[in-house]
């Protein structure tokens, strides 16, 4: 496996977010996360970049490091105010490999015209990322994804406020992703999205539901008891209480 949780816990000031997570993802796997609001999702992406330490259990990395992680947030949690343009944005993705004084060398600024091209960004090069619409952005993002060259990619809504086209477009990237052997995990919300692009799937909420092939997790039962769980769930539950799904 090249990612494995070991009766994980995850958490903020002792009050757990994820709990008794047992479970691994194979190299090259494509696994969609899913969940109500609030099961813990993008608390477990933070656990496996190590932003926040377990509570109790492991999280092991097998014949990867941090840096083989390649991240893509929520496009709300970004501050576009800040003044870079395409270019520089998306040749960050080359930061593991050039450090934080290394200039770009001739294979870099190719890998970067390349990933703008893929993402049909191609004379995008100087704009301003605030002047960007939200599908723009996306598109920006997954070309620095691609500059990056990573393992694992974790993919947090990657699809929400972004158009159909870009979707599109966006999914035949993650294929691809798919197709070279790369490890992707994204976090999603439209079930048939899932359904049809992701063939593995992991249901959490708060605990793990369920876990394995799409169609076999993502059932009316397996749902309806992740949303019972979420909604008995006490928020400010200190580790580690048991609760009560309501019949």
């Known amino acids: 496996m090249l990612l494995s949780f070991d009766n994980l816990t995850l958490g903020y000031e002792a009050h757990p977010a994820v709990h008794h997570l047992n479970c691994g993802v194979a190299a090259g796997a494509l696994l969609a996360l899913v969940g109500p609001n609030g099961a813990g999702k993008s608390t477990l992406f933070k ?3 190590g932003q926040i330490q ?8 097998n014949g990867i490091e941090k ?4 991240y893509l947030p929520q496009l709300n949690q970004l501050d576009r105010s800040f003044p870079i343009t395409v270019q520089e944005l998306v040749a960050l993705g080359a930061w593991n490999d050039i450090g934080a004084f290394g200039g770009l060398k001739k294979r870099h600024k190719e890998q970067v015209a390349s990933a703008l091209s893929q993402l049909s960004l191609t004379g995008f090069e100087q704009r301003l990322i605030s002047s960007l619409s939200g599908g723009q952005m996306q598109r920006v993002l997954f070309a620095r994804l691609l500059v990056q060259d990573a393992k694992l990619i974790l993919l947090d809504e990657p699809f929400t406020g972004v158009d159909s086209r870009t979707t599109h477009d966006l999914l035949h990237m993650i294929s691809t992703w798919h197709q070279q052997g790369k490890t992707i995990i994204a976090v999603l919300h439209d079930l048939e999205q899932v359904r049809h692009n992701f063939p593995e799937c992991l249901l959490l909420s708060r605990e793990p539901i369920a876990f394995g092939p799409t169609a076999e997790v993502l059932t009316d039962a397996n749902w309806l008891r992740a949303r019972k769980l979420n909604e008995a769930f006490d928020e400010h539950a200190v580790y580690c209480g048991s609760h009560e799904v309501p019949e």
């Open 67 to 70: 840096k083989d992680i390649a």
């Open 54 to 61: 377990p509570l109790d259990g492991h999280i092991h990395l």
């Open 47 to 49: 656990g496996i970049m």
